[in-house]
């Protein structure tokens, strides 16, 4: 069965750096976009960025553009996420998410989620 | 980017209600929409895609429609296990966005 588990997560200072990691198993990773998606406390979901399954084609949100990068690892079937200067607002739950369709597409499987702490 | 609108942010149902939630885009995706279903603590989950296409294992009460920039999600006959929040999502741009939920709690 499709699994997606998120390590990385904790408490990171603005300005610092964090660096997500999701491994899935249960499917064709290299098959498939995948993309992080976040949740901040109280609030509702706001897609992060995307890579496709080469890792040739990537997109971010305008909120995170130029301060945190997405990769892949095709052979060890896992995404990351970079997260340079971090700011408080940055504070979430990031998910990774397989994406069915296309480019942007729509998401069928979530991992459980990785909580990160922006604060001094 | 596209700004997607839900109403209503809450919505307060009893079991077996008929329960409409409505998601309007701020320009035409045609039927690239999916809904998801979000419990406290839990990752989203897949209901609907396309619009209206049904994802495998989710119950025949929940159904989508609409097309262009309204969109509806509809339960037939609400369940305890529906008490949750709902998000849309469009996937037409290179920039996906979801709405801002609707909460159905318990009337």
């Known amino acids: 069965q499709v699994q997606l588990v998120e390590s990385g997560g904790g408490l990171v200072k603005p300005g610092g750096s964090l660096r997500l990691s999701c491994v899935a198993s249960?499917?064709?990773?290299?098959?498939?976009?995948m993309t992080w998606i976040r949740q901040a406390p109280g609030r509702g979901l706001e897609w992060v960025s995307y890579?496709?399954?080469?890792?040739?084609?990537?997109h971010y949100a305008d909120s995170v553009k130029g301060r945190f990068s997405i990769s892949r690892d095709n052979a060890q079937n896992s995404l990351h996420l970079q997260m340079n200067s971090p700011r408080a607002e940055d504070t979430a739950v990031y998910y990774c998410?397989?994406?069915?369709?296309?480019?942007?597409?729509?998401?069928?499987?979530w991992g459980q989620g990785s909580l990160v702490t922006v604060s001094s | 980017d596209i700004q997607m609108t839900q109403s209503p942010s809450t919505l307060s149902a009893s079991v077996g209600d008929r329960v409409t939630i409505t998601c309007r885009a701020s320009?035409?995706?045609?039927?690239?929409l999916a809904w998801y279903q979000q419990k406290p603590g839990k990752a989203p989950k897949l209901l609907i895609y396309?619009?209206?296409s049904l994802e495998s294992g989710v119950p025949s009460r929940f159904s989508g429609s609409g097309s262009g920039t309204e969109f509806a999600l509809t339960i037939s006959s609400l369940q305890p296990d529906d008490f949750a929040t709902y998000y849309c999502?469009?996937?037409?741009?290179?920039?996906?966005?979801f709405g801002p939920g609707t909460k159905v709690d318990i009337k």
């Open positions: 396309k619009a209206s």
């Open positions: 999502q469009q996937y037409n741009s290179y920039s996906p966005t």
């Open positions: 890579i496709s399954g080469s890792g040739d084609t990537i």
């Open positions: 320009q035409s995706i045609s039927s690239w």
């Open positions: 249960g499917f064709t990773f290299s098959d498939y976009y």
């Open positions: 998410a397989r994406v069915v369709a296309a480019v942007a597409g729509f998401y069928d499987y």
